[in-house]
Nanobody
Framework: QVQLVESGGGLVQPGGSLRLSCAAS????????MGWYRQTPGKQRELVAV???????NYADSVKDRFIISRDNAKKTVYLQMNSLKPEDTAVYYC?????????WGQGTQVTVSS
């Protein structure tokens, strides 16, 4: 079973940047399409970015042109570079397989965008 550990969140001012990391265990990591998801209280978890095993990417409209997803299969890590952050990006961010979210969820990493 793949284990996921997210990190890199924090408090940032509007317009700032953060880079999130998701470290995975499991020898088959490189074969999976991975996604970054985010959740705010009272709302469903939202998929914001996806990267396939060969590096093709897709983004939610709300983050397109601001966020960049990437992966390093040798390090079993998925990244989310977040630029031009807005208060509405405030959420707990998680990674998981996409689209089935078949792995156990990690603890997530809190991103707070506020002045």
């Amino acid at each position: 079973q793949v284990q996921l550990v997210e990190s890199g969140g924090g408090l940032v001012q509007p317009g700032g940047s953060l880079r999130l990391s998701c470290a995975a265990s499991g020898s088959w990591f490189r074969l999976y399409t991975m996604g970054w998801y985010r959740q705010t209280p009272g709302k469903q978890r939202e998929l914001v970015a996806v990267i396939t095993s060969v590096g093709s990417t897709n983004y939610a409209d709300s983050v397109k042109d601001r966020f960049i997803i990437s992966r390093d299969n040798a390090k079993k890590t998925v990244y989310l570079q977040m630029n031009s952050l807005k208060p509405e990006d405030t959420a707990v961010y998680y990674c998981n397989e996409s689209p089935k979210m078949q792995f156990n969820w990690g603890q997530g990493t809190q991103v707070t965008v506020s002045s």
